[in-house]
């Protein structure tokens, strides 16, 4: 890695950490990021890039052109959870139920770093860059799919995304080549049943035994139904019925999630989770609703791509810190990216054993703030490397 490259983003690095403490002190849930989107906006222009607002909803574009030559793409996610913040900490989010507690918050402060180092040493590349600052990557059917449909990756020859991820030590990265992410669907489900007085249970059809029954049967799917060589998930976050212990419940309603790595599984599980559903109704003759929500795909990484995260991280952080990544059940809306453009994503280092070991989406969430520079060298080098290939 070019040593101009190192000292830009350590000359950089304290207003890169008060960027990321201002966006964790100040989240903004998915699809609510106006005030993400202008604090971006605003150090964009101030560093010279030309500035589209409002792509896809919140997302911001940042484009900057120095000659001819290949139009690569950077990718950071801004959107916050409903989550309260219960670190201890003087950048604690101020907003009530709200944090970042997945590390956007940092992805969106390497990114505007990668762009105040590019925009001050154009003179080290040559092609376009464009920085794409997505909202709503937490919610399906999240912001990736809006912004391509807004046009932010027409003309684009490859793209690139990263995630700070405390599974990993601080200091190394995991990146694989073909299916890394999971794809992700989602049941929302009503169960009907008849309420009534709970010392008369053989007048009422009891919703919560109903539920618990369907609940006790999805467990079956993915060990009886699923080839034990294909990954799958199947879990049930939510179940809700009755109100007070003298009641049968009329209702019960029951929330999931369904992820898999190929179309054949994925389109499996659905088939068996609605014929379960109906079955199960059926045996205690209760009815049902349900709502089955197609999400993001298998995220898939270019291998040519892969192979050039390899070599860019090896020179710049030594490859005894670069590791070939797990396939893991997470699924992440990039996925819709690289179904259209070659590209990479990877897994940047952020945890220690002291104050960044919870995990992601946990109310304590933190990361090592050092991997910003980590994640900002590797998403320099990679555009370098795309963008040097043009003078071959």
Known sequence: ??????????????????????????????????????????????????????????????????????????????????????????YR??????????????????????????????EQWAGEIRLL???????????????????????????????????????????????????????????HGKGGHGGMPHACIDAVIVGAAFVQQLQTIVSRNVSPLKPAVVSVGALQ???????????AIIRGTVRSFDAETRTLLRSRIESV?????????????????????????????AARCVQVASAAIGSDHVQEAEMIMPAEDFAYYLERVPGCFVFVGAGNEEDAKYPHHHPKFDFVESAMITAAELLIGLALDRLHESDC
Not at 133 to 156: L, T
Not at 278 to 298: L, N, Q, S
């Open 93 to 122: 989010s101020t907003v009530p139920g709200v944090m970042h507690a997945c590390g956007h918050d940092g992805h969106t402060a390497t990114l505007l770093t990668v762009a105040q180092v590019l925009a001050a040493h154009q």
């Open 277 to 305: 559903l109906e079955h199960t109704c059926a045996m205690y003759e209760a009815t049902y609703e349900i709502e089955y929500r197609i999400g993001y795909p298998t995220l898939v990484n270019d291998a040519v791509e």
């Open 241 to 251: 019925a009755g109100t007070t212990q003298n009641v049968i419940a009329d209702k």
């Open 1 to 90: 890695m070019a040593q101009w490259v190192k000292d830009a983003l350590q000359e950089q690095f304290t207003e890169t950490v008060a960027w990321r403490r201002h966006l964790h002190m100040n989240p903004e849930r998915s699809y609510e990021e106006q005030r993400t989107a202008q604090f971006v906006a605003d150090k964009l222009e101030a560093a010279g890039w030309d500035v589209t607002r409002n792509v896809g909803g919140h997302g911001v574009i940042g484009k900057l052109s120095n000659g001819n030559g290949p139009v690569v793409a950077l990718r950071a996610d801004m959107d916050a959870l409903s989550i309260q913040d219960e670190k201890t900490c003087e």
């Open 133 to 191: 600052f997505q909202p709503a990557e937490e919610v399906s059917p999240g912001g990736a799919q809006a912004m391509i449909r807004d046009g932010a990756i027409e003309g684009v020859d490859a793209i690139y995304g990263v995630h700070l991820w405390t599974p990993i030590q601080a200091g190394h990265i995991a990146v694989r080549a073909g299916a890394m992410m999971a794809s992700v669907d989602d049941f929302f489900i009503q169960i």
